[in-house]
């Protein structure tokens, strides 16, 4: 038995070992993708996506290099020279094909994973270049050195504008560039080309530089588009969808495939929340209680909702909520969740209470459209109003009103009496 256990345990050793490598390799990818700084998901993906839309560059970079190798074959006739070009010609085909594919799948799936090929094509690329560059400096040929050192900046000039959006990755390639190319110039026995050695490192530290700057732009100009869909799709108060966000989300979640007739599930069941006792919160305690108030109860509704499920604010203090795919009884669980959560105090204002009416509509029965769904949703409400507040009504069953708190009014404080005058 001892035995077995003995074996299991190596056995599971070395298929975790497989694991962790691949682990700490992705790690590795994820850092030297990533910029100085962490950031958002949804700006760094748009940054790894933005490297696709460069082929043209990539184009231009594929053609200089293969220019530096035929003119070092042409020039030294030398067998390296020669596997320099084929390599070239099977490399830079390959980056060119790798990168039109992922263009191609980034237009069809803006969300889909980016894939890591054409980086590693174009690390083994500039290690390419490096070498034979390298091998130029070696061949004490002046005019194929010049070529290559004027190639090299060209090609350092195209990184730092075509990475700036993975900065490691883009320094990584300059450094692989530059720094072989100013080793071999300063051991060279051509009288005075050291000079262009020691002016390399400079060179490559400038162009670093002018890397991490243009990575500055593009982030600040990629926080301010993000910022300016935030406040066009947001509220600013609450941070909740908006109206105009509201009707993208509605043509999102009614799309696809219907539940069949048999189902028990909604294809969306749509919630009208409208505040009780909102007014008189605002006219006592002043508007910053009352922006306070609606703050605290977009937390509580979206505490209260699933993690599926969206919360909107369409204005003043109405609220819309989405839930794709539920049951009538799982939505009648959450409307109770909502109205007992928003009836609670305030530790802010205690004496500052608020109620909850909730009209329910769902898709298909009480319609197929946003509009329907949200007219009948609204009627609802008002029916849960006039039942009492602090209630919500399924659209249909108005009869059926479920009051779980009352009214919320009855929190406020009564008005003081004028003081007479003697």
């Known amino acids: 038995m001892a035995i077995v256990v003995g074996q299991a345990s190596t056995v599971s050793a070395s298929a975790g070992q497989p694991q962790r490598h691949r682990l700490s390799f992705q790690a590795g990818v994820d850092w030297l993708l990533a910029g100085p700084r962490p950031q958002p998901d949804d700006i760094h993906n748009e940054f790894l996506q933005q490297r696709t839309n460069k082929t043209r560059t990539l184009v231009v970079a594929v053609a200089a290099s293969l220019l530096i190798a035929s003119l070092s074959a042409a020039l030294t006739g030398a067998a390296w020279a020669y596997a320099w070009v084929l390599a070239e010609i099977v490399l830079g085909g390959t980056r060119i094909c790798l990168?039109?594919?992922?263009?191609?799948?980034?237009?069809?799936?803006?969300?889909?994973?980016?894939?890591?090929?054409?980086?590693?094509?174009?690390?083994?690329?500039?290690?390419?270049?490096?070498?034979?560059?390298?091998?130029?400096?070696?061949?004490?040929?002046?005019?194929?050195?010049?070529?290559?050192?004027?190639?090299?900046?060209?090609?350092?000039?195209?990184?730092?504008?075509?990475?700036?959006?993975?900065?490691?990755?883009?320094?990584?390639?300059?450094?692989?560039?530059?720094?072989?190319?100013?080793?071999?110039?300063?051991?060279?026995?051509?009288?005075?080309?050291?000079?262009?050695?020691?002016?390399?490192?400079?060179?490559?530290?400038?162009?670093?530089?002018?890397?991490?700057?243009?990575?500055?732009?593009?982030?600040?100009?990629?926080?301010?588009?993000?910022?300016?869909?935030?406040?066009?799709?947001?509220?600013?108060?609450?941070?909740?969808?908006?109206?105009?966000l509201n009707q993208k989300l509605f043509v999102e979640m009614l799309d696809g495939p219907w539940p069949d007739a048999a189902s028990a599930s909604s294809k969306l069941t749509v919630f009208c929340v409208d505040l009780d006792g909102f007014k008189g919160v605002n006219d006592r305690f002043g508007h910053a209680t009352g922006d306070a108030v609606l703050v605290a109860v977009a937390k509580r509704l979206c505490a209260s909702v699933r993690d599926g499920d969206v919360v909107c604010r369409i204005g003043g203090d109405e609220f819309v909520i989405l839930l794709p795919d539920i049951t009538e009884d799982e939505a009648a669980a959450v409307a109770r969740r909502i109205v007992a959560r928003v009836a609670e105090p305030f530790e802010f204002a205690p004496v500052a209470r608020v109620g909850a009416s909730i009209g329910l509509a769902s898709a298909p029965r009480d319609g197929v459209t946003a509009d329907e769904l949200l007219s009948a949703a609204d009627r609802a409400m008002y029916d849960a109003k006039r039942g009492g507040k602090g209630a919500f009504v399924i659209h249909g069953n108005a009869a059926d009103a479920v009051t779980l708190v009352p009214d919320a009014t009855a929190f406020l404080p009564a008005p003081k009496a004028p003081a007479l005058a003697c």
Not at 117 to 133: K, R, T, Y
Not at 177 to 199: D, E, H, K, N, R
């Open 99 to 244: 990168m039109m594919r992922a263009l191609a799948k980034a237009r069809r799936d803006r969300r889909a994973p980016v894939n890591v090929a054409p980086v590693w094509a174009g690390l083994s690329s500039v290690v390419l270049i490096s070498a034979g560059c390298y091998q130029c400096v070696a061949s004490g040929i002046m005019p194929l050195i010049l070529m290559a050192g004027i190639g090299l900046a060209n090609l350092v000039g195209g990184i730092a504008s075509r990475n700036a959006a993975t900065p490691r990755y883009g320094i990584l390639l300059i450094c692989i560039l530059t720094l072989p190319f100013a080793v071999a110039t300063m051991l060279s026995p051509v009288p005075f080309l050291f000079v262009i050695g020691l002016q390399t490192p400079v060179y490559t530290v400038g162009m670093i530089f002018l890397l991490l700057e243009n990575h500055k732009i593009l982030l600040d100009l990629h926080h301010s588009e993000r910022n300016n869909r935030m406040m066009a799709h947001h509220d600013l108060l609450t941070g909740l969808p908006n109206r105009a």
